[in-house]
């Protein structure tokens, strides 16, 4: 009984049994890569946004002392100046072995005692109101500290345009692949109309419309782009989650801190991959039957 | 019902189920396959189009199912002008019609029933609308019991009439039938011969294409000859 109700539950187009499984096993592989490249794509852009929240709110200030004053002096009376400007938390001037400790791993041990280094007061501002520069150096000038003040505006720029040039290289990786998945139903649904030529011309005769035709075709394959982009989507949050279970919340690398939301966001795979492979074969069936091929 | 209508009599009606007027077809490069037919279908009408093989029997049915254009004349199927029907107007005219194929055009990876169903499952209707229709249908040309068989397991008689069942079983306006009791024996083709005529007294226009002249000749219908691409002549 259950095999009479199978039977008479057949699809209407014939089962292409040789290719469909390579064909999903691609779509699979692709929206894996979709995913990994959405992922990247993310962190990437959050470890860039992270980092340029920390160096906006940080200014360097490197001063220069007077003739009748140490350098430790200067950067002390630096320090008091810039730490009762409005917009600045604190001010601390930065010690020798400070300095040295930042510098030992590019200069090494060696030179570090005869290396005349630069007198610094770092400088943590307000994240909600920083002061700006203009003030900083104002307030300096104004106390006599000849001082020069850096609010990492360079550094902060190549971050932003490094993240912007990462996501921007993701987003194109993962329309590329979106693409190829569109591609591959593309010539699986030319391919799958040429086998079954007779089979269409029966439908047609039998008073199938172009879009009844052609809805078989995006049925099917959509259908087979949502079970692959389901198996791809899984194996991708199964690595986020992994990435993330074992780097925490900065990550594995700090320029990929992964989130348990990245998980999540994949989530959606499964129906972008069915409606790519809808639109694919849809247009591909109707252009393939209005030009009589 | 006359095979060489006038020009007048053609215009005069818009109830006849088909009308030809100086109807060609040919090949690109190749000579005419068929040449000026006139002929009108009246509605309800049952007629046996017989001749020799390459006669343009097939040919002519091919026009009929709008499966091929005229390269000459006009064509007219329920009524409306279908010489230059754009695509998306073909599937309208044909869900009037049941055509048997000579080849049969079964889909092989479907069932029986599957096979008799799929007009009906095209036009979207629910299963429950037609399946005992279907059973009905396979019943009365003795296949209720290799519904759930599948073409290639079936003889070419068996064939034959699913091919016929799945013609008849959304009991079109036009029924056209291209050898359609070829494959099968005396006995079967004049079983498969009365359900057209039930049909047919039902209102159903019938045009049967065969080269069986005594078939025809006891069917008691009109008899339409195709001779080297023309209508000859009409035998009542």
């Not at chain 1, 986020?240 to 074992?246: I, M």
């Not at chain 2, 009599?9 to 090949?27: E, H, I, K, M, Q």
């Not at chain 2, 049969?104 to 037609?130: C, I, M, Q, Y």
Request: hydrophobic fraction near 50%.
């Amino acid at each position: 009984m259950i095999g009479r109700w199978m039977e008479r539950r057949a699809p209407i187009l014939p089962r292409d049994g040789g290719g469909e499984p390579w064909l999903a096993a691609v779509i699979a592989v692709l929206c894996f890569l979709a995913c990994l490249s959405a992922v990247g794509a993310v962190a990437a852009d959050r470890a860039a946004h992270g980092w340029a929240r920390q160096l906006r709110s940080e200014a360097t200030v490197q001063v220069r002392p007077r003739v009748d004053e140490t350098g430790a002096e200067a950067a002390a009376r630096a320090a008091q100046t810039l730490a009762g400007v409005t917009g600045v938390e604190e001010a601390e001037a930065m010690d020798r072995q400070t300095a040295e400790a930042l510098l030992r791993p590019w200069v090494g041990d060696a030179v570090l005692p005869d290396l005349p280094l630069p007198h610094l007061v770092t400088v943590r501002l307000d994240p909600d109101a920083p002061a700006s520069p203009v003030s900083l150096s104002r307030a300096l000038a104004e106390a006599g500290v000849d001082a020069t003040v850096d609010d990492h505006s360079l550094w902060r720029g190549e971050v932003e345009r490094s993240a912007a040039l990462i996501t921007a290289l993701a987003v194109a990786a993962f329309l590329l692949t979106a693409g190829g998945a569109g591609a591959a139903i593309v010539y699986a649904t030319q391919a799958g109309m040429a086998a079954q030529r007779t089979v269409i011309e029966t439908l047609s005769l039998n008073g199938a419309s172009d879009g009844r035709i052609a809805g078989l075709y995006q049925t099917r394959y959509a259908l087979l782009a949502a079970g692959a982009g389901a198996v791809g989507a899984a194996v991708a949050m199964a690595l986020t989650a992994g990435l993330r279970f074992l780097g925490g919340a900065d990550g594995v690398t700090p320029a990929l801190p992964v989130a348990w939301s990245d998980v999540l966001m994949l989530s959606p795979c499964p129906l972008v991959a069915a409606t790519v492979a809808l639109v694919a074969a849809r247009m591909t069936a109707l252009a393939r039957l209005r030009g009589g091929r | 019902m006359p095979v060489q209508p006038r020009r007048a009599a053609l215009t005069d009606s818009a109830t006849d189920t088909v009308r030809l007027w100086g109807v060609g077809f040919g090949y690109a490069g190749g000579p005419s396959v068929l040449r000026d037919v006139n002929l009108i279908l009246t509605a309800g009408s049952f007629h046996f189009l017989t001749g020799p093989s390459g006669a343009g029997k097939s040919t002519l049915l091919s026009l009929l199912t709008l499966a091929r254009r005229p390269t000459a004349g006009s064509l007219e199927l329920f009524g409306e002008d279908a010489g230059g029907l754009s695509r998306s107007a073909l599937p309208g005219f044909r869900r009037r019609m049941g055509v048997v194929f000579q080849d049969f055009r079964l889909l092989d990876h479907l069932s029986a029933f599957d096979n008799v169903a799929l007009p009906l499952r095209l036009t979207g209707a629910k299963r429950e609308a037609w399946a005992a229709d279907v059973e009905e249908m396979l019943d009365w040309v003795g296949l209720g019991d290799r519904m759930d068989d599948r073409p290639p397991t079936l003889s070419g008689g068996e064939k034959q009439r699913l091919a016929i069942a799945r013609a008849v079983v959304t009991r079109p306006d036009l029924i056209l039938a291209d050898e359609p009791t070829g494959s099968v024996d005396a006995a079967m083709g004049e079983r498969l011969l009365k359900l057209f005529q039930s049909l047919n007294r039902l209102g159903t226009t019938v045009l049967i294409a065969s080269h069986d002249e005594a078939l025809a000749a006891a069917s008691g219908a009109s008899v339409l000859r195709l001779e080297g691409g023309r209508l000859a002549g009409e035998r009542a």
